[in-house]
């Protein structure tokens, strides 16, 4: 004989149910018990009726009609015609009765567990009697049968404990009398000896179909659910969670018992006994395999089988000086949370004996927390424990898997894991049996921790970047574009997945969390909501991506003050401004510190140099034990430009108005003229060198006139070097007379920066330093008299925004 269950969402409604029609008439050669849950909702709407009448709410009515009609419609639809008024006559005579309790809960004010019990049983009840009658009426040899007259319970209402002596007896001779080719049966409904209506739980209708299989020893039990079996984690919070083939029984129970809902944990235990193999099937595709779960296969398969979160769970940890000294203090404090009748879900003791940490459902919080500080109201008087206080809006988290306990280091990727995305733990749990391993951290990164564990047991070979991008010029779009041709690249051959969530200019901002579409973002972006910077972190920070990085392709001051808020979440930072490092130095240093504290990487490579990779090979040089004494560099790609193309046939003003335009000078194009942008450059040299140092040290001997420096805007600032061309005439003179050219050069050394013009002769290492190129020379310990030089293109959208994308890259292997 085969067991199947259908779940709630696979009864729902007419159409559901012919699914289960054609999925039972598949079966051939056996016999079939089916066992079914009610209708999907059905369950909780029952449930808030009662409350309803018992509130004296005449608004439970309304709930009464619309379960009516939901039973009513689907005999309709089902059924043909001549065989619906038997049907629907009995449907109306149970909901009459239905309609009667309840009203007595609504004029006495009250439900007990023993009338709630009763009232949810008519959701079973419908949903398996119309069923019984549709196989019937649809060619089946089907019939029905009351699952309370086979499985007897105590009288725990609400969780009623199965007898199975008397249980079983009952389901094997009911078996072994009725020759019917499918039993239709209510799954979760039970009646006590006294026959009384029980339950056996939420999620009930799975243990119900386990204790008949194991009855009559079936070939096979299969849960007919909404999903393609057990997921490798809960595929509504982590999209690629995928369906687990093979499964034992333990790792199934231990996932089931830490939250995986696809299965109602007691499931197990009747099957196990009797070694009948579980199938989970998905009823809207029947052809997907679904996950077996049978007997362990030791030491075969992966380690880590599947990830489980259960949420709703607080933490009560009794402490105090006095806990060592205090016998049988465990046993005191475990025994009444029993008595209160209070389970709990998860036990972690230091090993110093100072404190025990039990995880127990948040409602049973309030209560353990009275029961136990009476319990222990003397040692807490005399000061030997502190009051337990609970810690509620909590999750557990957990590993699972058979073969873990022959494996080292899982924990440890599993907490650096977490904590690389911010995910504050508050207490753990490692079962002695090694299959689980447990956390217990707070319910808002639930999300997130699942698929960040889920990618880095799961999903090793790809590893998910989700960027945040503010500033969508020049540089920007350029960036956006790369990303969008290399993202097959990136994945194929680095197997890192890039996806842009949100972009943001200064007029609009907007956010897809599938990723913004690259051939489309300007599109997007338009139709985006207004622009406003703590919005847009307080987005990020809401949707609480693991891999968060914020792109920063401003050149602006208040942008670059957001940082510390991003670096302080664990989201990284990669930026071309140059605010923030060149800012006072305890910025600097306090930004770089919390890089580390937070492991979020800041990166900024583009500052000095564009797309050169300059702080990166710095960074290699200190971090191998090099010391830098010198730096000598031509760092201003639009000054190369400037002064590569200025000569006695062009006019100054001109070759700056062509440098800006191309794209070679910040949007202010004083900013590099003045040499401020040089000096932001040797400063960020010099501290990525070790060295501490602020701008205002910083000596510049500027080649422009004191009247262009005054400039408050743009406008002003061209007609000043209209004013001065014969000031820069002259400058360019000298020079051509020595057989020299001019370079705005930045020098390093003793602890000391200067910037300003230089007139360079034929044969120095800058002198052919070609249209808008960057040149570093760094005399160290390891090269002291021939520097070494990186040189190339050091200005321009085009390198700048392929400098960013490197340290995103340096971000996905970090
Ligand atoms: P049914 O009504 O068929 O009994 P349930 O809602 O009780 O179905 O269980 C199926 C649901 O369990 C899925 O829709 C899914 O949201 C949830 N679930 C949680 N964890 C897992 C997991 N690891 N694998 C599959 N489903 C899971
Ligand atoms: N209908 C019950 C519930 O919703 C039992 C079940 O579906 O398994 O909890
Ligand atoms: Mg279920």
Redesign the pocket.
């Known amino acids: 004989m085969k067991v199947l269950k ?5 009864v729902a409604s007419s159409q559901e149910i012919r699914r289960v029609r054609s999925i039972v008439g598949n079966i051939t050669g056996t016999r079939v018990a089916v066992v079914v ?1 009610a209708m ?1 909702g059905i369950t909780d709407l029952l449930l808030t009726m009662a409350t309803l009448a018992s509130e004296q709410d005449p608004e439970y009515k309304k709930i009464l009609k619309e379960i009516e009609n939901r039973h009513l419609t689907c005999i309709r639809e089902l059924l043909p015609v001549d065989q619906q008024s038997a049907a629907l006559s009995k449907v109306k005579s149970e909901l009459n009765i239905l309609e009667t309790l309840v009203e007595g809960a609504f004029l006495i004010g009250e439900t007990t567990p023993r009338l709630l019990d009763k009232v949810v049983s008519y959701g079973e009840l419908l949903s398996s009697f119309i069923i019984s009658q549709f196989l019937n009426a649809d060619g089946l040899d089907a019939c029905f049968k009351d699952s309370r007259e086979l499985i007897i319970t105590n009288e725990v209402f609400g969780k009623a404990a199965v007898r199975f002596e008397e249980t079983n007896a009952n389901i094997r001779d009911y078996f072994e009398h009725n020759n019917t080719q499918v039993n239709v049966l209510p799954g979760f409904i039970a009646s006590s000896s006294n026959g009384n209506s029980t339950t056996l739980g939420r ?1 009930g ?2 243990y119900t179909a386990a204790v008949i299989a194991a009855a009559v020893e079936a070939e096979e039990l299969e849960i ?4 393609s ?8 919070l982590v999209k690629q ?1 995928k369906a687990i083939e093979h499964i034992s029984y333990e790792e199934a129970m231990e ?1 089931s018992h830490f ?4 299965l109602y944990p007691p499931t197990i235990q009747p099957v196990l006994s009797k070694n009948i193999p579980i199938r989970i099937k998905n009823t809207f595709q029947p052809d997907s395999p679904g996950t077996l779960v049978t007997r362990s296969e030791n030491g075969k398969g992966k380690t880590v089988r ?1 990830i ?1 979160n259960i949420g709703g769970i607080a933490l009560v940890s009794l402490e105090g000086p006095g806990m060592i000294g205090i016998p049988g203090i465990s046993k005191r404090f475990f025994e009444v949370l029993s008595l209160a009748e209070i389970s709990v879900v998860m036990i972690t003791q230091a090993s110093s004996e100072h404190s025990i940490c039990v995880g127990i459902a948040e409602q049973d919080a309030d209560l353990a927390v009275t029961v136990v500080n009476e319990a222990f109201a003397y040692e807490i008087e005399s000061r030997k424990l502190k009051p337990v206080l609970a810690e509620k809006g909590l999750a557990i988290i957990a590993l699972v898997g058979d073969n873990m306990k022959s494996h080292q280091g899982l924990s440890g990727k599993m907490f650096s894991s977490l904590g690389k995305n911010n995910v504050n733990i508050r207490a753990i749990a490692q079962g002695a049996s090694e299959r689980n391993i447990s956390a217990v951290i707070v319910q808002e990164d639930v999300k997130k921790a699942l698929n960040t564990l889920h990618e880095a047991f799961f999903e090793e070979q790809v590893k998910q970047l989700n960027l945040f991008v503010m500033g969508v010029g020049n540089v920007g779009s350029k960036f956006l574009n790369q990303v969008q041709q290399q993202k097959k690249y990136l994945k194929e051959n680095l197997k890192l997945n890039i996806r842009v969530v949100g972009i943001s200019n200064s007029r609009t901002m907007a956010f897809d969390e599938n990723g913004i579409p690259l051939t489309d973002w300007e599109q997007v972006l338009s139709k985006g909501q207004p622009a406003n910077a703590d919005q847009f972190l307080a987005q990020i920070r809401k949707l609480n991506y693991r891999n968060s990085i914020f792109v920063d392709n401003t050149a602006s001051e208040d942008v670059a003050a957001m940082y510390e808020s991003f670096l302080l979440q664990s989201i990284s930072v990669v930026t071309c401004n140059k605010i923030a490092c060149s800012s006072d130095y305890e910025n600097y240093r306090k930004l770089k510190r919390l890089a580390r504290e937070y492991n979020a990487p800041f990166l900024f490579e583009t500052n000095v140099g564009a797309g050169l990779p300059i702080l990166d090979t710095l960074k290699h040089l200190i971090a191998s034990g090099d010391r830098v004494h010198k730096i000598q560099a031509v760092l201003s790609g639009s000054l190369n430009f400037v002064w590569n193309n200025f000569n006695d046939n062009t006019t100054f003003y001109e070759v700056v108005k062509q440098a800006q335009e191309e794209g070679y000078t910040e949007p202010d194009p004083k900013i590099d003229l003045s040499g401020i942008d040089v000096m932001r450059k040797i400063l960020i040299l010099a501290r990525e060198s070790g060295y501490q140092l602020d701008i205002d040290a910083i000596e510049n001997k500027s080649f422009l006139p004191e009247e262009s420096l005054e400039t408050k805007d743009n406008d002003a600032f061209f007609n000043t070097l209209e004013k001065h061309e014969p000031a820069f005439q002259q400058l360019y003179k000298e020079a051509a007379e020595e057989d020299c050219k001019l370079k705005y050069v930045a020098e390093f050394a003793d602890g000391q920066a200067n910037v300003g013009l230089h007139k360079i002769p034929r044969g120095h290492d800058f002198y052919n330093l070609e249209g808008s190129d960057n040149i570093v020379l760094f005399y160290t310990e390891r090269y002291p008299r021939q520097p070494l030089i990186i040189k190339g293109a050091g200005a321009g959208a085009a390198v700048t925004a392929s400098g960013i994308f490197a340290d995103i890259i340096r971000i996905g292997n970090f």
């Open positions: 259908f779940g709630g969402t696979s849950s999907g999620g209708s799975d007919w659910t909404d999903v079996g057990m997921y490798t984690a809960n595929p509504k969670a996932l939250g995986a809902k696809v599947g489980s």
